[in-house]
């Protein structure tokens, strides 16, 4: 037993050394995330940031001291909505305050000038130069966390006192006008990843081996590898096939307990859990009225919690929603969308599967007129029995080391962008009666049962 410990202990060292040489600054320590996320309400992607800047050391002094300081950085700077005026205050009276917030940005084109949104904050348009949308283009694109350096002057020239990224103070191209804000941007530094190199990830990724890259993958979502079986680790990684394929549509039923859900809401800023499953048409896929597209045009995957709750308040939703799974794109209105999100059903069978399969079915859990339907089951590409992941304790929550969650997102996010639909033909291929026939040398053709 001690000898399997301590090969265990040697597997897990030589991990952390491929790690940090390879990924140095991409990655963090998950205990420290668990640790500090109880007690604040930041997306673990703002969090693993902020500790991947202070806490990338093996020193535990170094480490302890990096913990205070995040937890610091949040405490005065992150800003909550109901502490909005608070804040707008201090920054008046002391005319300069640094923020943690969701920032977007848009174009004037009357105006000729870039503004800002803040979401917690509340503030729109507050000019910003120009640097800023151009160098991290995902101002323009819905948005990042940043950490703001605002500056407010109730009287002056026409810079606002806007800088750009090298601190030199500009002149802005609008002039002094009574609707725009005394508040402006002095610098500007985003928390989430702006951008990434998807070789470089290719190149870190040849250090380690299939094993090895999975137990990395899981870690960075928060399990513990080594608490599971092969056969969980390759059910907990098919969760992810939503964040990685374009419209592929996946679902989960099984037990409470199994983090059915996480992944979804916490791991990816990419994705949407709409809890309930109450939706309608205009939120979910276009309004009309607004001609905006709705989540599947926003989001690269959207998922469902609570199946049972499923609910349009348009007769046509569930049709739609049909349409949208079976090929990408809906028909409103006069025109046609094209949309890549992935849907995700997840919900919860409370009884077992052998008592579900002599009464019901495995759908059970869904609404009749999705469950019962086989034009909709057929729409999915996966189904993940639940009933295999085994319910989480504290121990299956890893301690080790794993990649910063907004990293991980952003290089998921890069892999959308390749095609492997055409992967397996080279090991199966569909018979006339769609069962699958192996492939295991040219000449020679097997059928699985």
């Given at each position: 037993?001690?000898?399997?410990?301590?090969?265990?202990?040697?597997?897990?060292?030589?991990?952390?050394?491929?790690?940090?040489?390879?990924?140095?600054?991409?990655?963090?320590?998950?205990?420290?995330?668990?640790?500090?996320?109880?007690?604040?309400?930041?997306?673990?992607?703002?969090?693993?940031?902020?500790?991947?800047?202070?806490?990338?050391?093996?020193?535990?002094?170094?480490?302890?001291?990096?913990?205070?300081?995040?937890?610091?950085?949040?405490?005065?700077?992150?800003?909550?909505?109901?502490?909005?005026?608070?804040?707008?205050?201090?920054?008046?009276?002391?005319?300069?305050?640094?923020?943690?917030?969701?920032?977007?940005?848009?174009?004037?084109?009357?105006?000729?000038?870039?503004?800002?949104?803040?979401?917690?904050?509340?503030?729109?348009?507050?000019?910003?130069?120009?640097?800023?949308?151009?160098?991290y283009d995902r101002l323009l694109c819905g948005g990042i966390w940043c950490i703001v350096q605002l500056e407010y002057e109730s009287e002056g020239d026409s810079s606002f006192g806007i800088t750009d990224i090298d601190g030199q103070p500009i002149s802005s191209k609008q002039k002094k006008?009574?609707?725009?804000?005394?508040?402006?941007?002095?610098?500007?530094?985003?928390?989430?990843?702006?951008?990434?190199?998807?070789?470089?990830?290719?190149?870190?990724?040849?250090?380690?081996?299939?094993?090895?890259?999975?137990?990395?993958?899981?870690?960075?979502?928060?399990?513990?590898?080594?608490?599971?079986?092969?056969?969980?680790?390759?059910?907990?990684?098919?969760?992810?096939?939503?964040?990685?394929?374009?419209?592929?549509?996946?679902?989960?039923?099984?037990?409470?307990?199994?983090?059915?859900?996480?992944?979804?809401?916490?791991?990816?800023?990419?994705?949407?859990?709409?809890?309930?499953?109450?939706?309608?048409?205009?939120?979910?896929?276009?309004?009309?009225?607004?001609?905006?597209?709705?989540?599947?045009?926003?989001?690269?995957?959207?998922?469902?919690?609570?199946?049972?709750?499923?609910?349009?308040?348009?007769?046509?939703?569930?049709?739609?929603?049909?349409?949208?799974?079976?090929?990408?794109?809906?028909?409103?209105?006069?025109?046609?969308?094209?949309?890549?999100?992935?849907?995700?059903?997840?919900?919860?069978?409370?009884?077992?599967?052998?008592?579900?399969?002599?009464?019901?079915?495995?759908?059970?859990?869904?609404?009749?007129?999705?469950?019962?339907?086989?034009?909709?089951?057929?729409?999915?590409?996966?189904?993940?029995?639940?009933?295999?992941?085994?319910?989480?304790?504290?121990?299956?929550?890893?301690?080790?080391?794993?990649?910063?969650?907004?990293?991980?997102?952003?290089?998921?996010?890069?892999?959308?962008?390749?095609?492997?639909?055409?992967?397996?033909?080279?090991?199966?291929?569909?018979?006339?009666?769609?069962?699958?026939?192996?492939?295991?040398?040219?000449?020679?053709?097997?059928?699985?049962?």
């Open positions: 037993m001690e000898m399997m410990d301590m090969a265990a202990d040697d597997n897990r060292e030589e991990l952390r050394r491929k790690l940090r040489s390879n990924f140095d600054g991409r990655i963090v320590r998950k205990d420290l995330t668990k640790k500090i996320k109880e007690g604040a309400n930041v997306p673990v992607y703002v969090l693993e940031f902020l500790l991947g800047q202070y806490c990338s050391s093996d020193d535990e002094t170094i480490i302890e001291q990096g913990v205070q300081n995040v937890k610091r950085i949040l405490a005065d700077n992150f800003v909550r909505p109901d502490e909005a005026q608070k804040i707008l205050s201090q920054l008046r009276k002391n005319g300069s305050h640094t923020i943690i917030d969701m920032v977007t940005v848009h174009l004037d084109i009357k105006k000729d000038c870039f503004f800002a949104e803040f979401s917690n904050l509340g503030l729109t348009n507050v000019p910003i130069t120009d640097d800023y949308p151009e160098k006008q009574k609707d725009i804000s005394p508040i402006s941007i002095h610098k500007l530094t985003p928390i989430q990843m702006p951008h990434i190199d998807i070789e470089e990830v290719r190149e870190g990724r040849k250090a380690f081996t299939q094993e090895e890259w999975m137990d990395v993958m899981l870690r960075s979502c928060g399990y513990e590898p080594e608490q599971l079986n092969n056969r969980e680790k390759w059910l907990l990684l098919a969760r992810m096939l939503p964040l990685v394929e374009n419209n592929f549509n996946l679902c989960e039923l099984g037990p409470r307990s199994t983090g059915k859900s996480h992944i979804y809401k916490e791991i990816s800023p990419n994705s949407i859990l709409v809890s309930g499953g109450q939706t309608t048409v205009a939120n979910l896929f276009y309004n009309m009225g607004r001609k905006t597209v709705g989540l599947v045009g926003l989001w690269d995957c959207v998922a469902f919690d609570e199946v049972a709750g499923i609910k349009f308040k348009d007769k046509d939703g569930i049709q739609i929603m049909k349409d949208y799974m079976a090929s990408g794109s809906f028909a409103r209105g006069k025109e046609e969308k094209a949309a890549s999100a992935s849907m995700v059903f997840v919900g919860n069978i409370n009884q077992s599967v052998d008592v579900l399969l002599k009464t019901s079915s495995l759908f059970d859990p869904f609404p009749p007129e999705m469950g019962t339907d086989t034009a909709f089951l057929d729409r999915l590409h996966c189904y993940i029995p639940g009933w295999e992941i085994p319910k989480f304790r504290p121990e299956h929550f890893t301690n080790d080391y794993g990649f910063i969650t907004d990293y991980l997102a952003e290089f998921i996010r890069e892999l959308r962008k390749e095609q492997y639909g055409d992967a397996l033909d080279k090991y199966f291929r569909l018979g006339k009666n769609l069962s699958l026939i192996h492939i295991s040398e040219p000449t020679r053709l097997r059928r699985i049962s």
